[in-house]
Every structure is written in structure tokens, then in C-alpha cells.
């Protein structure tokens, strides 16, 4: 159904974008590929990254991206608060966790859900990042997540949660790694919130779609430098 | 277009393409820049305001002095806190600014589209509402607009600089054409200038070469011709080894002179060398053509100094001559001055060397050269009765009282005190009827008589007053032109005499009297008798000089007469020829002087100068002288001299 909507937007876009050619073509494109991924069964994860991981990674590498790839026609059809569970637990069981600086050597790195699966590794950002991908491709509504900044106090360290907001001005339920089920914040004293944003602002997707096209995320921030990347493993945002 | 223009059009075609492209570049650039700028900006504040909401979200106060200190840095046009069910908590909004740097069409023409940024505050885990921030797009049109016209002043400073550059450039490279167009102005005057400068560039030089060559062939052809045309005149009418007229030019001279449409007075004198045989026997073949020799050349010198007196050798021993006088008393004068001066030097006595003239004065209408010639030869039959070195003057039956030449003189200072010359006009027409020059002739009143120039004019001479005359009749001429409405085209022509062309007083009148009437200075024109040219012709250059400004052209008259080769053509102005009538008469029948009259029009031609004939008298010869491209023809067929100029062929 998702992709139905956005390939329909997308053919849409590409009618109105006269001024870009390019873009107009690639548009269409997608919305015409859109449509014929609908025809089948949700199809989020490329083929081409179950071959890369087995080539790269091995087997067990292989099989974790297989059953990734498997979880989107399965929650297809599931309703909103299974959807929740489920990609949490996924996650949460198929990524252990690893600081950055052990096993990206790097001091903060934003894993793409592929890296995190396949190397069989992420920290904080890597499980918020996975979840989110996943949540949005079923189809829950950007406005209802938000990625927030957030302390541990039992921890003292910095961390990051996704949020859940069934109404606007709800208390958001808590999508965390560090405990097996989903939340409501009030019940989380251990987390104390620092800042959230949304990643789907209108704003924000007219700035990072125009980082995304031009290829250049050196000089934009690490969500940018995330979104560019999952773009050529084919796993748009 | 000149080629010049050409270029420089070309150029400032460019440069504003150029800076057109250039312009449009930068400026779309730029407002691009400009615009990731605001909104990145914008993000940022917001991102950084609203996590300073966040922190304070117990205190709407602090939030809402949060709001106004970011906002009062002026870069923002609003910043706006919604509360999460929509309701608005504060706002800031900047008026348009009254004093906008930038004109307002440059907003309208390149929008900066400044999206608002939109981030959440938050209330611990909840929301607890949003901020919105735009940026002022005012400092981004204020930049644009600085830039474009630093830009523009840029591209203008090129634009100047390029033009003045290819205007410098194309007028050092293309010298060399304005050297040959002038050069090429030059030739159709007449000129044949030599560039001496040779340009480097291939083509230029090519060109400017193969003018040089053009100019260096174009002379020596009208010098051959030339040479060989005047060499033609020579074996025609002149006597080899003593260069003066041989009979038939001297004839025909005379002929012209009985048919001229002047009246005419002159003494013919026949001058017989009556020993020369006997000469030759005892002094060697070579004493005796010396002898003639010299007789030839002072008498050809006498001649030259009198007014259009002439000279020829009819045969071995005897020497004509024609000189216009106005009496018979003016005629023994000249005579006796002659057998003074040749019995003086060549024909002295020591040589025992016996000649006689004999003469006859002719100023009748009618004359005749064959009654003339028999006349003379009487008078010379009766002088040999005579001693060596003595003359006859036939004596006829005109009995008539004659002025003396003090008389003479009192009536010809009359005449122009008085104004008294009459205007005679005499028309040329061209092939298809229609006049195209009248030349002007005079007369004058003497006791009720009417005497044309022909007979007075040698008096005039000798009395030195023939510039005053000439100014008496270009004034009237000028005068004439002024009142009477001739036929457009129509030029009017007056004889100048050798005397006025060097008179300094009459050159100034002259200037004057054309700067008063420009319009009648553009119809006239002066000729000059060709045989004159040789002693006048530096004086003639200045005295051109002076008038040419005014339009007046130059002819010369009885072409032919003088003995000048025709390189006079090219060193002078020469606007039209007039062939002597010696020439034009009986041209039907005289296959060489035909050939003479064609190669003349030839060369004038070929020098863009017209050539006219006088005295034509039969259609045969009209016909015969249409056919050599003569341009108009004037005599007794066509029409006689009248007070008024005649307008159709009679």
C-alpha cells in the first residue's frame, strides 16, 4: 500500500518537476517501480544485499539480512501496535551491541540497519536507526516518531531512544535497546529526555533530499551522511 | 557599414552575450548559495532555539525572552511558538523594511525562497509544542543586488576597453585598404601615386603590391599610346628634318583660320630662299640643311611670341606663315621686323643668300586658300623684282581708312570703360541634339561696324590689356549666368589668354567675383589654347588651385595646334578637350587624321576627359566624328555664334 501511495506521489512529482529533467525521470522511475513492487509482496531489502552480505560477511551474515528482509511482508498487514513489537524485538535480538569506538573504530559512526546487521554489531544510534526504517516502511506515520536525545542515568551516558506518540500530546511509549519491551516514557525513570526532532520534516526532507542528490554529505551533518548511504544500498528513508 | 563598424559590432556582440551568460551564471549561483545560507541558518537557530525552550519549559517567561533575544539579532524575518494543539504562543514578525537596499523588482525577478524551519519543544517526554523560524531574505537581495552591479560595472569597463581596443587594432590593420582606396581615388584623377608602405600581413601585401604593379602598367600604357599618337601628329603634318608645318598642316591651319567662326584678320606671308640651289651646289648638302635648320627654329620663335601665328615649310625653298594682325599698317610692321631680323642673322648677306616675301593681308569673309596662296604668290613674283631681302603686300582695292595703333588703343580702353563687348554664344551639341557647352566669343563696335575678336584681339595683344579683357568678359559672363536660366547641365566656357592666367590682380578679382555667385561658378568654365600650355602651365596649377574650389573646370582649346606631347593630361585637371576644326574638317576623306582624332579620344577617355570638336561643317564629318566617340560637336552645321545661346541644332 506504501508503495502504491509513494509511487503514485512519485509520477506526480515527476509531472510537476519540469526543471529537472534528471529528476523527473528518476521520479517516475521509482513510482513506476513502486507500483510493481506492490504488485507482489513488500519488498524493502534488494536482493543485491542478501548476495553482498554472504559475499562479504558469510553465512550467518547472509541469514540475518534474509529473515530483515523477510520481517517487512510479514508485518505487512499486522496492526500498529504489532508492528512496534515486533520490529523492536527483531532488532533488539538480531544486533548486539557494540560501542562505535570498538567496532567502527570511530568515535560516533551511524550504521546503516545493513552494516548493523551484517557486521553483527551497532550501538544506540544503530537500533534507533533500524527501527525507525523498518517502522516507516509499514507504514506508521513520520509525525508519530520522533529520535530523542536522552540521558542514562544508571549508565550516565549519553543514549538514544525512538519515541512513539499515538496523539500529539500523548506521553510517547519508548523503543530502547537497552530493555526487551516497549515502554510508556513515564514508566522509564532510568532515561532522563534531552531533545527530540523529527526526522521527516518537511524542511528537513527538502534539505536532505537536495544532500541526498547531490552526493555530498562531507559537509552536512550525520544524518545526512546516513541518509546518503543507505541510499546507494538502495534503502531510502 | 564601414568594416571597421563591422568589427566593433561584432565585438560588443559578443562581450554583452558574454556578460550575459556570465551574469545570468553568477547571479542564479548565487541566489542559490544565498538561499541554502538563510535556511541553513534558519534550521540551525531554530534547532538551537528550540532546545533551549526545552530546557526551560516551566518558565514561559524565560521561553519567551529566549525568543525575543535570538530574534533581536535582526536576522530572522519571524520566529513563531505553536503550541502542539495548534494554538500560537508567541510571535515576532518583521515589517518590510522601509529603507530596502535593493530595488523590488529584483524579489520579484529572483525570488529567495526562505523556507520557515520548523522544530519541537519539549516538555520532558512530551511535546509541548513548535517553533517556526524564517530567515530575513532582506541582506541576501542587499548582497544580489551589490553584486550585480559590480558585475555589470565590470562588464562595462570590458566592453569599453575591448571596443577602444578593436577600434585601435582594425584601424592599424586596415591602413593599408584606406591606402588603396586613396590610391584608387587617385588613378580615377588621374594620379598614379606608388605606396611606398608595404604592409606585412599576406593578403594586404598581395594587394597592395599588385596596385603598385596596376598603377606602374596604367602609366606606362597611357605614355605609349601617348607617345605614339603624338609621333602619328607629327608625320602628318609636320615637315621632317625642320619640325614646322608641312604644307598640308599648314593648309590646313589656314583653312581653319578662313572657316573659323571668328572673323579673321592676318597677314599670310610666303617667304622663298631664291639662290638655294645654288646654295646647295657650292656649300655641301650639310651647309644647306643647317641653313634651313636654323631659318626653321627663328621662325618658328618669331611665331611663338605673336598671338597665334603660325608657321610651315611648303617646300624645299619655301616657308609660309599666318599672322594674325589687325591692318595692313600692323602687317608691314611685322613684316619689315621680320626681314630685319632674319637678314640680321640667318640670311645675312655673308651667307649670299637671296629670299623675298610676298603677302597678302586677308580680313574678308569669303576668303579663300587657294585665292589667298595665288594672291601672296603675285606679291611674291613682284618682290623678286625686287632686291634680296625685299617684300610686297598685295595690294587690293580696300581703300579704307584704318585706325593707327594709338587710335587703337584709345578704342579698346573705350570698350572697357565703357563695357562695351557683346556677348556672343556658340553652342556644342551632343549626338542625341541636346546642348551641353556654349562657348563664349565677343565683339565689339567700331564706327558702326561690328569686329569680332578674331580681328581685334591681336590688337588687344599688343596693347597688353588682354587680361583686363578677359575680366571684362567673365564678369559679363557671370552676370549672364546669374539673370538667365540656362538648361541645366549647360556649362559656359570662355577663352582665357596666356596673359590673364599669369596676372596675379585678375586671379584675386576672380576669387571674388566667384565667391559672390557660388551657382554660376559650378557653370563655368575656361580654356586654355593647347599651344599656350608649355610657357603657362606652373601658373596654371596655382591659378587651378585657387578656382577649383568653386567647381569651375578647365578645357583646352585647338588641340592639336600646339606642339606639347599629351602628357599635359595627366599633370592637369583637364575636364574636356576641344579638337582644333583643323582636324574636323574633311575628316571623311583623311584616313590618318581619323586615326589621330581616335586615339585622342582613346587617351582622354581613359582619363575620364571629354573631348569636343570644332568647325564641323559637313554630316561626313560629324558622322566620322560621332563614330571616334567624340562627346559634342560645334561649327557652321550645327549653327552659328549668337548674342543668345542656341539651344537646338540648326
Known amino acids: 500500500m506504501l508503495y502504491s501511495v509513494a509511487g503514485i506521489v512519485l509520477v506526480f512529482m515527476a509531472l510537476l518537476a519540469k526543471k529537472n529533467t534528471l529528476f523527473a525521470l528518476g521520479c517516475f522511475g521509482l513510482g513506476l517501480f513502486g507500483y510493481l513492487v506492490q504488485a507482489s509482496a513488500l519488498k524493502v531489502v534488494p536482493d543485491a544485499l542478501v548476495q553482498q552480505a554472504l559475499r562479504d560477511f558469510g553465512e550467518g551474515a547472509q541469514a540475518r539480512v534474509q529473515r530483515w528482509q523477510a520481517l517487512f511482508p510479514q508485518l505487512q498487514d499486522a496492526d500498529e501496535a504489532t508492528k512496534l513489537k515486533e520490529v523492536n524485538a527483531f532488532f533488539n535480538a538480531e544486533i548486539r551491541f557494540v560501542s562505535d569506538l570498538r567496532h567502527w573504530r570511530k568515535d560516533d559512526y551511524w550504521a546503516t540497519p545493513y552494516e548493523a546487521l551484517s557486521t553483527h554489531g551497532g550501538d544506540c544510534e544503530d537500533f534507533v536507526i533500524a527501527k525507525y526504517h523498518a517502522l516507516r516502511h509499514l507504514g506508521v506515520g513520520g509525525d508519530k516518531l520522533r529520535i530523542t536525545y536522552v540521558k542514562a542515568i544508571r549508565l550516565n551516558e549519553a543514549h538514544m531512544v525512538l519515541t512513539y506518540f499515538p496523539t500529539k500530546d500523548a506521553v510517547p511509549l519508548v523503543l530502547d535497546n537497552l530493555i526487551g519491551i516497549i515502554a510508556s516514557a513515564d514508566k522509564r525513570s532510568d532515561l532522563v529526555p534531552v531533545y527530540s526532532f523529527n526526522a521527516e520534516g518537511m524542511w528537513l526532507e527538502r534539505m536532505k533530499g537536495e544532500g541526498v542528490r547531490m552526493g555530498n554529505p562531507n559537509k552536512l551533518d550525520l544524518w545526512t551522511d546516513l541518509r546518503v548511504r543507505m541510499h546507494k544500498l538502495g534503502l531510502d528513508l | ?650
Open chain 2, 1 to 650: 557599414m564601414s568594416l571597421r563598424q563591422q568589427f566593433s559590432l561584432l565585438t560588443s556582440f559578443l562581450v554583452i552575450v558574454l556578460f550575459i551568460g556570465s551574469l545570468l551564471l553568477t547571479i542564479t549561483n548565487a541566489r542559490h548559495a544565498f538561499e541554502e545560507q538563510l535556511n541553513a541558518r534558519a534550521y540551525d537557530a531554530s534547532s538551537a532555539l528550540s532546545l533551549a525552550l526545552s530546557q526551560v519549559s516551566d518558565d514561559e517567561t524565560l521561553q519567551l525572552r529566549l525568543i525575543d533575544a535570538l530574534y533581536d539579532r535582526g536576522f530572522f524575518a519571524s520566529i513563531e511558538f505553536q503550541k502542539v494543539n495548534g494554538q500560537s504562543l508567541y510571535k515576532r514578525n518583521m515589517d518590510a523594511l522601509a529603507a530596502e537596499q535593493s530595488p523590488l523588482w529584483l524579489a520579484r525577478f529572483l525570488p529567495i525562497a526562505a523556507m520557515p524551519a520548523q522544530t519541537d519543544v519539549m516538555q520532558g517526554w512530551q511535546r509541548m509544542g513548535t517553533v517556526t523560524v524564517s530567515s530575513y531574505t532582506g541582506i541576501a537581495y542587499q548582497d544580489l543586488w551589490t553584486l550585480i552591479r559590480t558585475e555589470l560595472m565590470w562588464y562595462g569597463l570590458v566592453l569599453v576597453l575591448s571596443l577602444l581596443g578593436v577600434q585601435w587594432l582594425l584601424r592599424w590593420l586596415l591602413r593599408p585598404l584606406q591606402e588603396v582606396e586613396k590610391q584608387a581615388k587617385a588613378i580615377t584623377e588621374r594620379q598614379w601615386p606608388i605606396q611606398e608602405h608595404i604592409p606585412r600581413t599576406r593578403e594586404l601585401r598581395h594587394m597592395v603590391l599588385a596596385m603598385n604593379q596596376m598603377v606602374q602598367r596604367l602609366r606606362s600604357l597611357f605614355s605609349e599610346q601617348a607617345a605614339l599618337t603624338e609621333k602619328l601628329r607629327l608625320e602628318t603634318f609636320t615637315d621632317n628634318p625642320t619640325g614646322l608645318l608641312n604644307r598640308r598642316g599648314f593648309d590646313q591651319r589656314m583653312d581653319t583660320v578662313f572657316k573659323d567662326v571668328q572673323e579673321h584678320s592676318g597677314v599670310l606671308l610666303l617667304l622663298q630662299l631664291h639662290n638655294l640651289a645654288q646654295f646647295n651646289q657650292e656649300q655641301g648638302r650639310q651647309a644647306t640643311d643647317d641653313l634651313i635648320a636654323t631659318l626653321a627654329r627663328q621662325l618658328q620663335l618669331w611665331t611663338a611670341s605673336l598671338h597665334q601665328a603660325f608657321v610651315g615649310r611648303r617646300s624645299g625653298a619655301d616657308f609660309a606663315l599666318y599672322l594674325p594682325c589687325v591692318g595692313r599698317v600692323q602687317a608691314m610692321n611685322y613684316i619689315q621686323t621680320l626681314i630685319d631680323e632674319l637678314a640680321t642673322s640667318v640670311l645675312s648677306a655673308r651667307n649670299r643668300m637671296d629670299f623675298h616675301i610676298g603677302a597678302v593681308f586677308l580680313h574678308q569673309e569669303g576668303d579663300v586658300l587657294s585665292s589667298a596662296l595665288s594672291r601672296a604668290d603675285a606679291a611674291l613674283r613682284q618682290a623678286q623684282q625686287q632686291g634680296s631681302a625685299s617684300f610686297v603686300l598685295y595690294q587690293d582695292d580696300q581703300g579704307s581708312k584704318e585706325p593707327t595703333a594709338s587710335e587703337w588703343r584709345a578704342l579698346l580702353l573705350n570698350v572697357l570703360h565703357y563695357e562695351a563687348l557683346q556677348l556672343l554664344f556658340h553652342t556644342s551639341f551632343d549626338q542625341q541634339g541636346q546642348p551641353i557647352q556654349v562657348e563664349v566669343l565677343s565683339r565689339i563696335t567700331l564706327d558702326e561696324k561690328i569686329i569680332s575678336a578674331g580681328r581685334f584681339w591681336p590688337m588687344v595683344e599688343q596693347h597688353h590689356l588682354s587680361a583686363q579683357f578677359d575680366a571684362l568678359i567673365i564678369r559679363k559672363v557671370l552676370h549672364y549666368l546669374t539673370e538667365v536660366d540656362l538648361p541645366k547641365n549647360l556649362c559656359c566656357c570662355v577663352n582665357l589668354s596666356a596673359a590673364s592666367v599669369l596676372d596675379q590682380t585678375l586671379l584675386r578679382q576672380l576669387v571674388q567675383w566667384l565667391d559672390d555667385a557660388p551657382e554660376a561658378a559650378k557653370r563655368l568654365a575656361f580654356e586654355v589654347p593647347e599651344a599656350a600650355l608649355a610657357s603657362i602651365e606652373p601658373s596654371l596649377q596655382h591659378f587651378l588651385e585657387e578656382i577649383r574650389p568653386y567647381g569651375v573646370r578647365l578645357g583646352v582649346d585647338q588641340v592639336g595646334t600646339g606642339s606639347m606631347a599629351f602628357a599635359y593630361l595627366r599633370r592637369l585637371p583637364i575636364s574636356y578637350l576641344r579638337i582644333d576644326g583643323s582636324f574636323s574638317r574633311n575628316l571623311a576623306q583623311a584616313q590618318d587624321q581619323r586615326f589621330f582624332v581616335q586615339s585622342m579620344v582613346q587617351i582622354a577617355n581613359n582619363l575620364d576627359i571629354d573631348v569636343l570638336a570644332d568647325g564641323v561643317e559637313q554630316e561626313a564629318d560629324a558622322d566620322e566624328l560621332w563614330q571616334a566617340h567624340v562627346q559634342a560637336l560645334s561649327g557652321y552645321y550645327y549653327g552659328r555664334p549668337a548674342p543668345t545661346p542656341c539651344l537646338q541644332p540648326h
